[in-house]
């Protein structure tokens, strides 16, 4: 069983970063692939951004340059910096490791206007 957690949320004005982290529990973060997902409130959940164990990188549509995904094998943590933040921006994110399906608890950002 894996554990993910992830920190780095909080309250930020429009145009403003945050850097989230997600840490794993275990021995298989390096040989796997961890992702980012987004919900906001009375939406499905959506596609961030995610990185393979050979960091090849993907990203949702909607990010258009503005965040950058990242993973330390060392520290078993994957990261995404946030920049330009908008207020559209604001919902709950959370890390998985996708071939297995473990998710994180969740970290909420929101961005202020």
């Known amino acids: 069983q894996v554990q993910l957690v992830e920190s780095g949320g909080g309250l930020v004005q429009a145009g403003g970063s945050l850097r989230l982290s997600c840490a794993a529990s275990?021995?298989?973060?390096?040989?796997?692939?961890m992702g980012w997902y987004r919900q906001a409130p009375g939406k499905e959940r959506e596609f961030v951004a995610a990185?393979?164990?050979?960091?090849?990188?993907n990203y949702g549509d909607f990010v258009k340059g503005r965040f950058t995904i990242s993973r330390d094998n060392a520290k078993s943590t994957v990261y995404l910096q946030m920049n330009s933040l908008r207020p559209e921006d604001t919902a709950v994110y959370y890390c998985?490791?996708?071939?297995?399906?473990?998710w994180g608890q969740g970290t909420q950002v929101t961005v202020s206007s």
């Open positions: 990185i393979t164990s050979s960091f090849s990188i």
């Open positions: 275990g021995s298989i973060f390096s040989r796997n692939a």
């Open positions: 998985s490791m996708l071939a297995y399906g473990y």
